[in-house]
């Protein structure tokens, strides 16, 4: 995302410093009125750009790599770079499960959510949590959404058990993310972690986080459902 290095009143002081210079050395018939300050110009821009919010887990924190590594951050840095208006917002918080989302979700909703990205219950299938739970707290996630903003769009990121938690429990787990995103309306990333899961290449050592070369497949995933609906 862009970012001004000097505020408003540091740039105007600075123009008058410029101006008390030069004044001796032109006729005041040639001074020339300045534009419009530029920072103000894209004050309003973002005013006026919709919200992209992320909602996840340490996936979609980051972590062990920079912000700007991330899934999260090379969206926002492509969503600028194509010139289309929003803004997007990093909300993933390291160690989150479903039930940690749906108490946080009422404090992330204090502000506009135009598309909301759901990607939440990766620690619920390594913690063995009963994919009933999980379902019921990303339902409940998505119902506080929707009555704060009708008209948002939702994504849901589906994610996948580790097969040592069983067949039984895999197979409901995976089972959760297309239930949901049918019974919802919403679009559905089939599995977030799609060519990058279980490749020591491209993950952290932890074999669980990806590293900035598996967030790049990562952020594939993720364009290829939210690219159309932002285009």
Same mark, same amino acid.
């Given at each position: 995302?862009?970012?001004?290095?000097?505020?408003?009143?540091?740039?105007?002081?600075?123009?008058?410093?410029?101006?008390?210079?030069? $004044?001796?050395?032109?006729?005041?018939?040639?001074?020339? +009125?300045?534009?419009?300050?530029?920072?103000?110009?894209? +004050?309003?821009?973002?005013?006026?750009?919709?919200?992209?919010?992320?909602?996840?887990?340490?996936? $979609?924190?980051?972590?062990?790599? $920079?912000?700007?590594?991330?899934?999260?951050?090379?969206?926002?840095?492509?969503?600028?770079?194509?010139?289309?208006?929003?803004? #997007?917002? /990093?909300?993933?918080? +390291?160690?989150?499960?479903?039930?940690?989302?749906?108490?946080?979700?009422?404090?992330?909703?204090?502000?506009?959510?135009? #598309?909301?990205?759901?990607?939440?219950?990766?620690?619920?299938?390594?913690?063995?949590?009963?994919?009933?739970?999980?379902?019921?707290?990303?339902?409940?996630?998505?119902?506080?959404?929707?009555?704060?903003?009708? !008209? #948002?769009?939702?994504?849901? $990121?589906?994610?996948?058990?580790?097969?040592?938690?069983?067949? !039984?429990?895999? +197979?409901?787990?995976?089972?959760?993310?297309?239930?949901?995103?049918?019974?919802?309306?919403?679009?559905?990333?089939?599995?977030?972690?799609?060519? #990058?899961?279980?490749?020591?290449?491209?993950?952290?050592?932890?074999?669980?986080?990806?590293?900035?070369?598996?967030?790049?497949?990562?952020?594939?995933?993720?364009?290829?459902?939210?690219?159309?609906?932002? /285009?």
């Amino acid at each position: 995302m862009k970012y001004l290095t000097l505020t408003f009143s540091a740039f105007i002081i600075l123009l008058l410093m410029s101006c008390g210079e030069s $004044a001796s050395d032109q006729p005041s018939a040639n001074k020339k +009125s300045d534009p419009s300050p530029a920072p103000v110009e894209e +004050s309003k821009q973002e005013e006026t750009k919709k919200t992209i919010v992320f909602f996840g887990n340490s996936l $979609a924190a980051g972590y062990g790599v $920079a912000p700007e590594e991330a899934f999260a951050g090379l969206i926002a840095s492509r969503v600028d770079s194509l010139g289309l208006p929003y803004k #997007v917002i /990093n909300a993933g918080l +390291s160690g989150e499960t479903t039930a940690g989302g749906e108490a946080r979700i009422d404090w992330i909703l204090r502000q506009t959510v135009d #598309v909301l990205i759901l990607e939440l219950g990766g620690n619920d299938g390594l913690r063995g949590i009963k994919p009933e739970a999980s379902y019921t707290n990303l339902q409940s996630i998505i119902d506080k959404t929707k009555a704060k903003y009708p !008209d #948002v769009q939702i994504i849901i $990121a589906g994610m996948e058990a580790p097969p040592n938690m069983g067949g !039984d429990f895999t +197979s409901k787990f995976r089972a959760i993310f297309p239930k949901l995103a049918k019974e919802n309306d919403a679009k559905l990333i089939p599995f977030l972690l799609d060519g #990058v899961g279980g490749i020591p290449t491209l993950n952290l050592a932890d074999g669980i986080h990806p590293n900035p070369k598996g967030h790049l497949i990562v952020a594939e995933n993720v364009w290829g459902i939210l690219g159309p609906m932002l /285009n």
